[in-house]
């Protein structure tokens, strides 16, 4: 198997993202902004590394101001109807994720999804979705091909990297933060003083 420099992997990954980036609608993204500033309290939750963005994305809404609590920890409180709840999944369809957006449903939270399948057991009970979706270029040469299979996951040997989509996700994370602190008129110093100061 051909060895590839870490670089150029980067920038392979860069470009996929920026693919993705292009491909989303801005009117998802005005109706996901729009859940976000309604809400009284946000609640965020994903499975596996899609947690792990979940989690990013909630600390940064808490520096922001917004009150935000992550799914499954000690300290999150009942949901209640003003609520909303961010999901993030791949699938839409990870059976405990999907479980628990319907308790939410039934509570008469609101429920918005990050996924690259809108057409899921999730989507379908959600209020608001931004579709991430991996964007496929037709490849000519099979060494490219085999690259960017390597890069989506879509190769066992390379597993442990997965898909782009907590990736691009976790890019998405951020720059919907940049764009709250605009609508907000937050600036990076009222962030840093919620920053954690006891660590």
Known sequence: MAEHRVQDMMGLMA???KKIADSISDDEIEGFLKEILNAKRVYVMGAGRSGL????FAMRLMHLGLTA????????????PDDVMIVFSGSGRTKTIADISETVREMGGRICLITSNADSRIGRISDSIVIIEHQRDAVRDDAQEF????????HKSFAPLGTLFETAAMVFADAII???MEITKTDE???????ANIE
């Open 15 to 17: 470009s996929k993202v």
């Open 53 to 56: 963005v979940a989690k990013a």
């Open 69 to 80: 609590y992550v799914v499954g920890e000690t300290i999150t409180p009942a949901m209640k």
């Open 147 to 154: 690259e960017i299979r390597q890069m989506m996951g879509e």
């Open 178 to 180: 940049s764009r709250l």
């Open 189 to 195: 110093k009222e962030l840093k003083n919620r920053h």
